[in-house]
């Protein structure tokens, strides 16, 4: 893997077909982007567990 940071990732994951739906962070740290992250990361599994279909955003 180059060093192509998390949208390198995304962008090969995308080329591969993969089902991807991307939100970038705020740029904080690991630690900060988990709190910040969690309601979005919630409302994305609470629409799995109900069957929500995924909008991939590739």
Do not use: S
Request: charged share 20%; with cysteine.
């Amino acid at each position: 893997m180059t060093d192509w940071g998390m949208t390198g990732v995304v962008r090969e994951y995308c080329r591969r077909g993969v089902d991807v739906q991307y939100a970038a962070g705020l740029g904080v740290d690991h630690v900060g982007e988990a709190f910040t992250g969690m309601p979005g990361a919630y409302k994305w599994l609470d629409d799995r567990v109900i069957g929500r279909p995924t909008t991939p955003n590739c």
